[in-house]
Each structure stands twice: as structure tokens, then as C-alpha cells.
Nanobody, 123 residues
Framework: QLAESGGGLVQPGGSLTLSCAAS????????INWFRQAPGKEREGVLC????????TYQDSVKDRFTISRDDAKNSVSLQMNSMKPDDTATYFC??????????????????WGQGTQVTVSS
């Protein structure tokens, strides 16, 4: 199971850290992805961290602003979001497909999902 936390309301230019806690499996053996879905839009991949710790960014709009990291002691993956923009407003999900590498596959290909956490960027 995956469970996200840390969402909320943040002003433009602010920062927020999301956490994805895993239970029933060890995250360091699998790639963990962050997806987001804005109202009326498709779910899109944002960042991924592989079992080896390599990170992949799937959205140019978050480069140099969002960072993904893993805490093996806590069996969790975090998404640090800085310099946030209104366009970052979405429900954020963590997901896994049971593979060790970041594959960049579409959301439909992932079988393990958290419940999502809402992030709203607004003044």
C-alpha cells in the first residue's frame, strides 16, 4: 500500500513537501513515481526515483523546482516542491508498477496507487 500526505494550500512562490509512505513492501527495491491530476485534465507523471536512486523528471515545467528523494529508514519517498505556481494545483499521487526502473509509462500501466493528496497554489 501507498499513502500520500503533506498536501495543502500554499501561496505562489511557496514550498511544500509531500510524502509517500509504503507498507507491505520495501520502496528501495522498486521505482516510485509521483503523478498529478488537475481538474479536467489527464493524470500525468511528474518525477520518478528508481531502486538505484536515479531520478527522472517527466515534466519540463517542474525542472529545477521539484525534487524527489527516498528515505529508506522510513520506507518512504518525498516530493519537495519549491517556487510553486498556480499551474501546480492538482491532486498528487504516488504510484508503483512493481519494476525497479523508471519506465515513463502512462498512468493506466501502474497498479499500485495511493489515495492522493490535494495541493492548491493560490493567493
Amino acid at each position: 500500500q501507498l499513502a500520500e500526505s503533506g498536501g495543502g494550500l500554499v501561496q505562489p512562490g511557496g514550498s511544500l513537501t509531500l510524502s509517500c509512505a509504503a507498507s507491505g513492501f520495501t520502496v528501495r527495491y522498486y521505482a516510485i513515481n509521483w503523478f498529478r491530476q488537475a481538474p479536467g485534465k489527464e493524470r500525468e507523471g511528474v518525477l520518478c526515483i528508481s531502486s538505484s536512486g536515479k531520478t527522472t523528471t517527466y515534466q519540463d515545467s517542474v525542472k529545477d523546482r521539484f525534487t524527489i528523494s527516498r528515505d529508506d529508514a522510513k520506507n518512504s519517498v518525498s516530493l519537495q516542491m519549491n517556487s510553486m505556481k498556480p499551474d501546480d494545483t492538482a491532486t498528487y499521487f504516488c504510484a508503483a508498477d512493481g519494476r525497479p526502473g523508471c519506465t515513463g509509462r502512462g498512468a493506466d500501466e501502474y497498479e499500485f496507487w495511493g489515495q492522493g493528496t490535494q495541493v492548491t497554489v493560490s493567493s
